[in-house]
């Protein structure tokens, strides 16, 4: 099973199924620093579960990709504000230029090569964008979730310090946060 029948399979029961916390998720928002006015792509968007904190920022607008069109289906009933666009599209296959900030929440463990992730990321954002990989719980937990499941079994989310690593060809990273709570990690464009 591939990724997109995977989160096809279980987007109508997937806001169910996973926590997750509003007191980290405003974390996330704030240790991001999102400027009023800003671009945004959400990349991985899943149900949705980070724009209505994105909104709250005063974006220009929001770009809500997910590569599940049953996802976005689920999203677009949470949100019917002028600010959001849904898009079902693979990440890769997606080409418009110019976000001030990349958002991949809960998604980053999904993608095999990560150093085309970035290249292709890097590519859809302004000059000193800012790029921002996060979960609301640890590594750890992420990785035990994933290996009760084949289908993502897989799919682990690296230590923050290998992220950087790949990340840094593409990035400057400003700040990393690799704890029993959370995984956060931002860049800045080269």
Request: with cysteine; hydrophobic share 40%.
């Amino acid at each position: 099973m591939n990724n997109k029948e995977f989160f096809n399979q279980i987007a109508f029961k997937w806001d169910q199924i996973c926590n997750h916390s509003e007191e980290k998720l405003r974390k996330i928002i704030e240790w991001s620093s999102v400027a009023k006015n800003a671009t945004i792509l959400d990349v991985g968007t899943g149900t949705g579960v980070l724009i209505s904190y994105l909104l709250e920022t005063s974006p220009a607008q929001i770009v809500a990709l997910d590569i599940a069109e049953n996802m976005i289906a689920v999203a677009k009933q949470k949100y019917k504000s002028d600010r959001v666009e849904f898009i079902v599209s693979d990440i890769f296959e997606y080409h418009q230029k110019s976000f001030d900030y990349i958002f991949l929440y809960s998604v980053y463990p999904h993608f095999e090569d990560k150093d085309a992730l970035f290249m292709h990321l890097s590519k859809l954002m302004k000059k000193d964008g800012k790029i921002v990989i996060a979960h609301s719980e640890s590594k750890e937990k992420i990785n035990a979730r994933h290996a009760e499941n084949e289908a993502v079994r897989s799919h682990i989310l690296p230590p923050v310090e290998i992220t950087s690593r790949i990340m840094s060809k593409y990035f400057m990273v400003c700040k990393k946060v690799d704890n029993q709570e959370m995984y956060y990690i931002q860049g800045t464009k080269k």
